[in-house]
Nanobody
Framework: QVQLVESGGGLVQAGGSLRLSCATS????????MGWYRQAPGKQRELVAS???????NYADSVKGRFTISRDNAKNTVYLQMNSLKPEDTAVYYC??????????????WGQGTQVTVSS
């Protein structure tokens, strides 16, 4: 079993900052890519940012220059630093991990989601 536990969401005013964390635990052999997605009401889930196990990053155009994704491989944790937040960033944020388990199964796991609300 593999579990992802997210933390760090909340309510913030426009222009403010939040930092999300997501820790992966369980029967892990290695974690490949990790990422953050978000889903606003009435919209499809979309990629926010991803990071490879080598540190290569990818961002949605809407967050470039404002959000930074990073990871601590020793802690199996991925972070999302969100600055200059806008009301349109309001959504439930989900992390995911692309995991090779100790049984050498390759699967993607998701966190439970954390609400981010940006007030204008």
């Amino acid at each position: 079993q593999v579990q992802l536990v997210e933390s760090g969401g909340g309510l913030v005013q426009a222009g403010g900052s939040l930092r999300l964390s997501c820790a992966t635990s369980g029967n892990i052999f290695t974690i490949n890519a990790m990422g953050w997605y978000r889903q606003a009401p009435g919209k499809q889930r979309e990629l926010v940012a991803s990071i490879s196990n080598g540190g290569r990053t990818n961002y949605a155009d809407s967050v470039k220059g404002r959000f930074t994704i990073s990871r601590d491989n020793a802690k199996n944790t991925v972070y999302l630093q969100m600055n200059s937040l806008k009301p349109e960033d309001t959504a439930v944020y989900y992390c995911n991990s692309d995991v090779t388990t100790t049984q050498f199964l390759h699967q993607t796991y998701w966190g439970q989601g954390t609400q981010v609300t940006v007030s204008s």
